[in-house]
């Protein structure tokens, strides 16, 4: 092993490196989410796979949720995760907890971020957001401004 799969990940042939945890030595920043309109959230009730901005997701019947940012705007959640990140408002809507405190990180570099849902494309500059349970997933920084302020 070398020192660029030390801080970048395992490296497949002729692609970008791999993340299934933080580089050593990576800055964190804090943040939380915003107040935002409720989602709409259901579990899925069948294995199905949900394409993302970043790549595609595996859903597992019964076990994941699947959250609408907007029509063709999808992510899927392990359940405890979900549970832990968001309150129920009532008729399948829910709302990010205010309370939780996530950290993210940034790279320079693109490279391929291994949530548990599946591989996800992260572009140089995406946040790389870290959850409740030590997971990670990417964010475009677009959209993160829009759904997370300083903590």
């Known amino acids: 092993m070398n020192l660029a799969n030390i801080l970048f990940g395992?490296?497949?042939a002729g692609g970008p490196p791999t993340l299934d945890a933080p580089p050593e030595g990576v800055r964190f920043h804090r943040v939380r989410a915003k107040?935002?309109?409720a989602k709409r959230a259901w579990i899925a009730e069948s294995d199905s796979v949900v394409q993302t901005e970043h790549g595609q997701l595996q859903a597992r019947g019964g076990q994941d949720y699947i959250l609408a940012h907007g029509p063709d705007d999808h992510s899927v959640i392990r359940r405890d995760i979900f549970e832990a990140?968001?309150?129920?408002?009532?008729?399948?809507?829910?709302?990010?907890?205010?309370?939780?405190i996530?950290?993210?990180?940034?790279?320079?570099?693109?490279v391929?971020?291994?949530?548990?849902?599946?591989?996800q494309v992260a572009k140089p500059g995406d946040w790389i957001m870290q959850g409740v349970k030590g997971e990670l997933w990417p964010v475009s920084p677009e959209k993160a401004r829009e759904k997370y302020e300083p903590a």
Not at 102 to 110: A, D, G, S, V
Not at 112 to 119: A, R
């Open 85 to 100: 990140m968001y309150e129920p408002l009532g008729g399948g809507l829910y709302r990010k907890r205010k309370n939780v």
């Open 112 to 119: 391929v971020v291994q949530t548990l849902e599946g591989p």
């Open 10 to 12: 395992q490296r497949p």
């Open 35 to 37: 107040d935002a309109p």
């Open 102 to 110: 996530f950290r993210y990180f940034t790279l320079k570099r693109r």
